[in-house]
Nanobody, 127 residues
Framework: QVQLVESGGGLVQAGGSLRLSCAAS????????MGWFRQAPGKEREVVAA????????SYADSVKGRFTIPRDNAKNTVYLHITSLHPEDTAVYYC????????????????????WGQGTQVTVSS
């Protein structure tokens, strides 16, 4: 079993920056991939970024390219999401997820590829 715990959410002003963290514990999969998703009120959950544990291959949703980055710390089993130039439209619950296997960039951007999910952390951006 894998446990994922997100942290770092909160209330920020538009234009600001934020760093979210996702710590993985329990059984981890070195050949897998970690992803960040978000879900705004009344909307479907959408992927924002993903990174493989091996090689650190990153993938981003087109809507966040240039503002979001997803670094990782393999030694700490932790993945981060750095967000800059926050917009009110970024307001959502942000979820971390883990997949046992990384296949390719395209699959890492699909919700169905993931096996484990965290509880989420709320990010609210005020205008």
């Amino acid at each position: 079993q894998v446990q994922l715990v997100e942290s770092g959410g909160g209330l920020v002003q538009a234009g600001g920056s934020l760093r979210l963290s996702c710590a993985a514990s329990g059984r981890t999969f070195s050949g897998g991939v970690m992803g960040w998703f978000r879900q705004a009120p009344g909307k479907e959950r959408e992927v924002v970024a993903a990174i493989s544990w091996i090689g650190g291959v990153t993938s981003y949703a087109d809507s966040v390219k240039g503002r979001f980055t997803i670094p990782r710390d393999n030694a700490k089993n932790t993945v981060y999401l750095h967000i800059t130039s926050l917009h009110p439209e970024d307001t959502a619950v942000y979820y971390c997820a883990a997949a046992r296997t990384y296949y390719n960039s395209r699959s890492s951007l699909h919700t169905s590829s993931y096996d484990y999910w965290g509880q989420g952390t709320q990010v609210t951006v005020s205008s």
